[in-house]
């Protein structure tokens, strides 16, 4: 019951606020940059996890067990992981565009067009679905019905696979999270050292003429 009701608060909150959100982007001209195009981006699949993935979930907890069938088995857990991969793919963009912009302002605006913006996160989303593969043709790993959790998932059948698809959803944006900000930090330190540099001659003549 907590389950149920907790998810139908997510659903309707989450499709509400995300609606919301997209909606002002769209129809507000000064939130038309990159990054609130981007937070648009997140806010659509948003909207598609909790339209799709949110009333799967409080069905089959509410039936205590999966309703839908086989084939619905199999691609519930493979659209579910593409969503995220989206996702995860304009959060890593979000990362790149920040340090891009800081770093190379110049460049900036050639790469981060939408069409650029939409590419990037296409080849992401392209390596998270070949990631997702090899169990739906069954050449690695295996997805079924999870008993414990109650759902259609990527079951551990001692095969190596599971760590495989978390690696690539997860540690690539890590690794793009930790090298940008932590080249941003670096930069930002460089121009904080410069103006530091500029400002002490122009002290020290003030003072020579006092």
């Known amino acids: 019951l907590v389950v149920q009701i907790g998810g139908s608060l997510c659903l309707i909150l989450g499709l509400l606020l995300n609606s919301l959100a997209v909606v002002a982007i769209v129809r507000t001209p000064k939130l038309h940059t990159v990054t609130y195009f981007l937070i648009a981006y997140l806010s659509i699949a948003d909207l598609i996890l909790c339209a799709f993935g949110l009333p799967v979930m409080i069905a089959v907890d509410s039936a205590r067990g999966w309703i839908f069938g086989q084939t619905f088995c199999l691609?519930?857990?493979?659209?579910?992981?593409?969503?995220?991969?989206?996702?995860?793919?304009?959060?890593?963009?979000?990362?790149?565009?920040?340090?891009?912009?800081?770093?190379?302002?110049?460049t900036s605006r050639t790469i981060f067009k939408p069409i650029g913006i939409i590419c990037m996160i296409s080849i992401f989303l392209i390596v998270d679905l070949i990631a997702m593969l090899p169990p739906v043709v069954g050449l690695w790993g295996k997805l079924w019905y999870e008993p414990r959790k109650n759902l259609?998932?990527?079951?551990?059948?001692?095969?190596?696979?599971?760590?495989?698809?978390?690696?690539?959803?997860?540690?690539?944006?890590?690794?793009?999270?930790?090298?940008?900000?932590?080249?941003?930090?670096?930069?930002?330190?460089?121009?904080?050292?410069n103006m530091n540099k500029h400002q002490q001659p122009s002290t020290d003549s003030k003072l020579s003429q006092k």
């Open 75 to 106: 691609m519930f857990p493979f659209i579910n992981q593409s969503v995220i991969g989206i996702e995860l793919g304009a959060l890593v963009v979000m990362s790149l565009h920040r340090f891009i912009l800081i770093c190379y302002p110049n």
């Open 152 to 193: 259609c998932t990527f079951v551990d059948i001692g095969d190596g696979y599971n760590i495989f698809p978390m690696a690539v959803a997860f540690g690539f944006p890590i690794t793009a999270f930790v090298i940008s900000y932590t080249n941003i930090f670096i930069r930002i330190k460089q121009q904080q050292k």
